[in-house]
T-cell receptor
């Protein structure tokens, strides 16, 4: 079946630094990649949608200069959290849309100290 | 008004009983609906998708869709302790099939008691 590999699974970073999260579709081409954020006890909130080779579309209230998304190929998308702050601590999940629907990555637990 | 609504629970279900989960949505034009299970600290995993009115069964799971009433439900038969998780209802929104985004409900926590 379709697999999306997401790395790292956990990361702790200092306030003010940047963190890059990678999502790779291993056995299919992901035409579209979705990036979600999930705070404790809350549901998944869509941050942005990206199509290969084009600029990402950000949801209202999500700062595009803070959450940089690159979708350079049909198998790789990255989310970079720039100048991270403690309030950015969350569970970040990618989801790739391929021919057979949506496949989620395993998530990245980001803790900013 | 939230676009996808679920009861947050927790829904306590005795082992072996049926768990019934409900979800309502606001976009009458929505055509694709999904149920995901999420264990604590893990990403969601797809249980079922449903696109047509009526029932769809897969093992111990049955999804029911009623577009006129804008609700979708999930039944879990013979509930097991391993079914204890948060169940997320998701509705596909957007105007093109090529990249319709999912709108998630807040999730219903299910606790199956031995």
């Amino acid at each position: 079946g379709a697999v999306v590999s997401q790395h790292p699974s956990r990361v702790i970073c200092k306030s003010g630094t940047s963190v890059k999260i990678e999502c790779r579709s291993l056995d299919f081409q992901a035409t579209t990649m979705f990036w979600y954020r999930q705070f404790p006890k809350q549901s998944l909130m869509l941050m942005a949608t990206s199509n290969e080779g084009s600029k990402a579309t950000y949801e209202q209230g999500v700062e595009k200069d803070k959450f940089l998304i690159n979708h350079a190929s049909l198998t790789l998308s990255t989310l970079t959290v720039t100048s991270a702050h403690p309030e950015d601590s969350s569970f970040y999940i990618c989801s790739a849309q391929g021919r057979n629907g949506y496949t989620f990555g395993s998530g990245t637990r980001l803790t900013v100290v | 008004q939230k676009e996808v609504e679920q009861n947050s629970g927790p829904l306590s279900v005795p082992e072996g009983a049926i768990a019934s989960l409900n979800c309502t949505y606001s976009d009458r034009g929505s055509q694709s609906f999904f149920w995901y299970r999420q264990y604590s600290g893990k990403s969601p995993e797809l249980i079922m998708s449903i696109y047509s009115n009526g029932d769809k069964e897969d093992g111990r799971f049955t999804a029911q869709l009623n577009k006129a009433s804008q609700y979708v439900s999930l039944l879990i038969r013979d509930s097991q302790p391993s079914d204890s998780a948060t169940y997320l209802c998701a509705v596909k929104v957007g105007t093109t099939d090529s990249w319709g985004k999912l709108q998630f409900g807040a999730g219903t926590q299910v606790v199956v008691t031995p």
